[in-house]
């Protein structure tokens, strides 16, 4: 079992930066962030996996960093010249593969709120 915590989030004015944070109750070699807001479905954000390679979606490339501290079992997610389309609820998920199981662990999520 995997817990994961996030915080960080709040509201903040158009063009403005946040930083959230998820910490893992053990080290997670494959991590991401996702976001859902009102009406819309889960979309994925961001990737980190093995070796610290990050891949993200377009809506966030040049303006989102995934990176993490292995000595923490934390994640981030840097958010920068963030735009009101980027208000949702921010998920920390994380992937364990088990031979053929694989695992799939979210954390409670927390809200980012862009206005002015």
């Known amino acids: 079992q995997v817990q994961l915590v996030e915080s960080g989030g709040g509201l903040v004015q158009p063009g403005g930066s946040l930083r959230l944070s998820c910490a893992a109750s053990?080290?997670?070699?494959?991590m991401g962030w996702y976001r859902q807001a009102p009406g819309k479905e889960r979309e994925l954000v961001g990737v980190i996996a093995n070796g610290d390679i990050t891949n993200y979606a377009d809506s966030v490339k040049g303006r989102f960093t995934i990176s993490r501290d292995n000595a923490k079992n934390t994640m981030y997610l840097q958010m920068n010249s963030l735009k009101p389309e980027d208000t949702a609820v921010y998920y920390c998920?994380?992937?364990?593969?088990?031979?053929?199981?694989?695992?799939?662990?979210w954390g409670q999520g927390t809200q980012v709120t862009v206005s002015s």
């Open positions: 053990r080290s997670i070699v494959n």
């Open positions: 998920n994380a992937g364990i593969q088990l031979g053929a199981q694989y695992y799939s662990y």
